[in-house]
């Protein structure tokens, strides 16, 4: 298994468990090719992570979100900051964990493309004859540094769990990690307001994911099940598309493979990654 040398990526915060998953004594997992335990500690009620092969090294931790979290490397900067999670009126879910045979930037790319609901997600985040991607807007935030698509529609039968009847939904997307994005999405219970789900991928090695999902919504009639159902449904639906993708890396080069307008966010997300010097799970441009 190859350990991953990019240093970019060394040093971000990943996501390796839901804090609910994770069990009494040692626990293991695999993060960018390295065998990693992480256990709650007895004697001071805190989390402890360490590379298996390293039995005496500490990783550091932090638990956000729902999820533990943990960097191999020297984080330079805190987790991204998702305020959402905190409002005391939502309902903060870790829907679903699940493996796939993709890497990291594919399944992020994914998540940025609305393109596919009608014919991946049909009768759920699409159907026919919706399936034009109406115009919109991807920025890269100057003060964080994220990408920001705004002015995102697109007509969905069943937008969330607790939906009754189809809506055209507002999207806006937000990519503020490498391997993570954050959707917001209109709510069907307070149109003032978004529903956010979040996507944290977690690279087990460049070609291999496990994919987390928080949800966290304003829904006060649905059940935590019903939420995880809805949300695996999803899942498992992608699952398939992404790991027939080929090459399973993402090229950064724009010319490797063929842009239309619905590829907006994507385009920038590549780019933005060729920026940032990310070479882990990708195929860097040529020089």
Partial sequence: MTLCNDPVIRNQWHVICALED????NNQTTLLGESIGFCIDTNSHGIRAWRLNEPGDTLPVTCAYGYLW???GSPDKPLFALPEYNEPDRRNVCAATIGVRVSAPRAVENFLDMGHFPYVHTGILGEQPHTE?????VTIEETTNDVIATRCRFYQPMAAAGSEG????????????????????SCPSDEKRMDVIALFVQPV???TIRAHALVSVIDEHSTDLSI???????????????????????????????PIRADKSAIVYRRWLSDLGITYGVIPAAA
């Fill in 22 to 25: 994770i069990r009494p004594g």
């Fill in 70 to 72: 943990t960097c191999p």
């Fill in 133 to 137: 991607v109406r115009e919109y807007d």
């Fill in 166 to 185: 189809g809506m055209l939904v507002e999207y806006v997307y937000r990519v503020p990690h490498p391997y993570c994005s954050v959707l917001y999405k």
């Fill in 205 to 207: 090695t460049e070609e």
């Fill in 228 to 258: 995880r159902m809805f949300q695996q449904t999803i899942f498992g639906q992608d699952k398939p598309i992404l790991e027939n993708q080929f090459p399973k890396r993402l090229p950064l080069d724009p010319r490797a493979e063929t």
